[in-house]
């Protein structure tokens, strides 16, 4: 179990969105066979709805893998931050134009298009994934519209997926929304899923399946709402408690722990909202407070 295991293969739960970190779980399978519908049935437009938190780079990152797989020309953009006039220039950067199509004195849309026309003639698909399209800027979103509205020929072989929050679907103009053949909506795990993602990355980094209780399992999904960005960070900061406590199991004490932990000094209430402020933040951030666990030297090799 916990107590007696050896040096982990790799970090457990490192929330990176490398594609052996995916969990493929139901919902998962089922998101990206709807993304591969799209590509197979020549549809324009398919967005991806989900909370911050809820996997919508990671998704979005393996669907690229998957329509690549299906034989598409792939090229990923998160459009959040860019400012005006780069999204097209960055888009082009993704795909696989040659020396000379790059250096024609051409505009950057007119380049798009040549290259939307050759994969067109050649019975290719292009799938276009934008991440974070409700934090695009206004040419961005006036570009993909063109691109899922546009009837010429040219366009014939274009898929456009995009990701949104549900609190920015008002930011995405009608003219892309009206055109969505497929809407998916990501929710947050239940205990099953949660306990299925557990088991798949602590078997990946060579860790016992059995390693957390069916109690702290349901603990953590109750603390973390279910939603795996916040599920994968405190699993994790229970499993490096677990070890400096030499725990045959990590169990659902365990779990609270270290939740409270994060902001001992606040109360019921506050003390899980500072938690999952702090819990949800970027792969590269870390809790506001620092969890009072013991330090564990060679989780893994």
């Known amino acids: 179990m916990v107590r007696d295991h050896r040096p982990f293969t790799a970090p457990p739960f490192d929330g990176s969105l490398e594609p052996a970190a995916f969990h493929l779980g139901p919902p998962q ?19 991806v709805v989900g909370a911050d938190g809820m ?21 990923v953009l998160s459009l959040g931050g860019l400012s005006a006039g780069d999204w097209i220039e960055l ?12 250096a024609e004195p051409l505009r950057p849309w007119q380049k798009l298009e040549n290259r939307l026309r050759e994969n067109a003639l050649l019975e290719r698909t292009t799938a276009l994934v934008f991440d974070d399209i409700d934090r695009a800027p206004a040419d961005a979103l006036d570009g ?27 930011r995405v103009p009608d003219a892309i929304r009206q055109r969505v053949a497929v809407r998916i909506e990501l929710t947050p795990w239940n205990v099953d899923e949660v306990e299925a993602f557990i088991a798949d990355g602590l078997r990946r980094c060579g860790g016992d399946a059995d390693a957390f209780s069916p109690e702290a399992i349901a603990t953590l999904t109750r603390f973390a709402g279910g939603v795996p960005r916040i599920v994968c960070r405190l699993a994790r900061l ?26 001992p000094a606040a109360g019921p209430d506050a003390t899980r909202s500072a938690a999952t402020a702090a819990l949800s933040g970027g792969a590269d951030d870390e809790p506001v407070a620092n969890p009072q666990v013991r330090a564990v030297r060679r989780l893994w090799g």
């Open 29 to 47: 399978e089922e998101a990206l066979a709807r993304l591969e519908w799209l590509a197979d049935n020549r549809e324009r437009c398919g967005l």
């Open 55 to 75: 996997g919508k780079s990671h998704l979005a990152a393996m669907a690229a893998r998957r329509l690549g797989g299906l034989g598409a020309e792939v090229a």
């Open 91 to 102: 888009l082009l950067e993704r795909l696989p134009l040659d020396h000379r199509s790059r």
């Open 144 to 170: 993909i519209a063109r691109l899922v509205a546009a009837v010429e020929p040219r366009f014939s072989r274009t898929l456009v997926v995009a990701t949104t929050g549900p609190a920015g679907l008002s």
């Open 238 to 263: 229970a499993l490096v408690a677990a070890l400096g406590d030499r725990l045959d199991v990590v169990d659902a004490a365990t779990i609270e722990r270290v939740w409270r932990e994060l902001s």
